[in-house]
């Protein structure tokens, strides 16, 4: 069996091998899984339900373990990784409530009854990417085994260790073995043959669009169920009517939180030409104030980026030569660190405005009016995210109805709860995630007519 090496990106050095499972291993946990269905899905839903429940305690109760392992896996800044942490609780407890309230309908029909049911579709196949490891596991398996599905997850190579821990505490919490099994491996690997076994009837996947697409062409050969989250080069936009210190003061976590890499960060900011002078010189005091340090810091605000080939292609956005408005601070050291960089784009064009770069990189650009930044805003192939400040209420609701995004926040840059739909638009994804109607994309709909008249 091969292994791979866990790398600290904070300090570069080793912190432990993970063996990473092959094609028969891949088949075997997929039939355990599979197994475990048939008795999982007639678990009686109060009980799924307290399973959920004691499974959200044992995760909070292992919050602190979970969050230092995040760091040291990730380098995502202490603070941040508690919140990830605590979101898998959350997400948990929000759908234990779903087993005994999977609905169906009675409708009205002639000469009989017509019911219809929520049935569980079987083995989930979850393929997490490295920038949120613990989260968008979450919002995958939560959904999926309150419905009374079994889960197979494959968590990004550069970042197992949270999802294994995981695995480990979904049985500490009395799910039952097989139910919900963490599969360390390559996407190559494991990850394709989510796709192709036929056991597994739903992919859930978040990461690239490149890899997105080929996973929707493979799901095609069985009508495989897919949902898909994938990138964002989402607009942050300032009008000249908004509270501009706000504005600015929230802009470089909007972009800069988990080092830029981050599916909805506000990568390109658009901002009314009467004010850009003062924002930028708003923002740029708040960018080099960001704190830009050990991810283990209760003061650090970013840390460093994942891994030595993920800083070098985000460093090929920022070439030598490039004009650069201004950048923020990073420790000197080793690590694979880079400071928030601020770039004012020449033109729509230009390659760091116009693709996702996964980084702490940003462009600034500047617009005229209304609907010129609604097209700026649409003027990319992603539509996730995105904000809008404006003190004029009717121009928020205006343009945030304009701009064809899954997740806008209107003087605000949150655009994630658990309790909230959230997914995107165009190539940004297919399908939503999180809040009430994620059941909807791990049940089947099964209809039934009972003739009553005889
Ligand atoms: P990635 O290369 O697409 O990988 C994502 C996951 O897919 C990893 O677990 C990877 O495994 C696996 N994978 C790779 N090739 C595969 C294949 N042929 N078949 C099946 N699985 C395969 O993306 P990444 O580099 O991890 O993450 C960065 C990208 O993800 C960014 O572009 C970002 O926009 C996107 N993202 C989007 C969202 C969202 O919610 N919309 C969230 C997070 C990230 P390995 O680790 O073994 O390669
Ligand atoms: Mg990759």
Known sequence: MSTYTVINPATATAVKDV?????????????????????????????????????????????????????????????NARWEAGNVRDCLNYYSAAPERLFGRQIPVPNGIDITFKEPLGVIGIIVPWNFPMPIA?????PALAAGNTVVLKPA????????????????????????????GKGSIVGERFVTNPIVRKIVFTGSTTVGKGIMRGCADQVKRLTLELGGKSANVIFADADIERAAAGAPGSVFDNAGQDCCARSRILVQRS?????????????????????????????????????ERVREYVPAGTEIAFTGSMPTGPGFWMAPTVL??????????????????VSVIAFED???????????????????????????????????????????????????PFGGYKQSGLGRELGPDALDAFTETKNVFFDTNN
């Not at 979450?138 to 939560?142: H, K, L, S």
Request: proline content about 4%; overall charge negative.
């Open 370 to 420: 209304e609907a010129d930044a609604i097209r700026l805003a649409n003027d990319s192939e992603y539509g996730l995210s995105g904000s809008i400040w404006t003190r004029d209420l009717a121009k928020g609701v205006r343009v945030s109805r304009g701009i064809e995004a899954g997740n806008l926040s209107v003087n605000s840059n949150s655009s994630v709860r658990y309790w909230t």
């Open 19 to 79: 063996a990473l499972a092959d094609l028969a291993t891949t088949d075997a946990t997929i039939a355990k899984a599979n197994k475990a269905f048939e008795t999982w899905r007639l678990v009686n839903p109060g009980d799924r339900a307290k399973l959920l429940r004691n499974f959200a305690r044992v995760v909070d109760e292992h919050l602190e373990e979970l969050a230092q392992l995040e760091v040291l896996n990730s380098g995502h800044t202490i603070g």
């Open 275 to 311: 004010v850009l002078d003062s924002f930028m010189e708003k923002f740029e005091v708040a960018v080099k104030k960001f704190r830009v340090e050990s991810p283990e810091l209760e003061t650090a605000e970013m840390g460093p980026l994942i891994s030595a080939g993920q800083l």
């Open 344 to 361: 004012l784009a020449k033109s729509t064009s230009d390659r760091a405005y116009r693709e996702e770069i996964f980084g702490p990189v």
């Open 138 to 142: 979450g919002w995958g398996f939560a």
């Open 157 to 184: 190579e550069l970042t197992p260790l949270t999802a294994i821990r995981l695995g480990e505490l979904a049985l500490v919490a009395g799910i039952p073995e097989g139910v919900f099994n963490v599969i360390p």
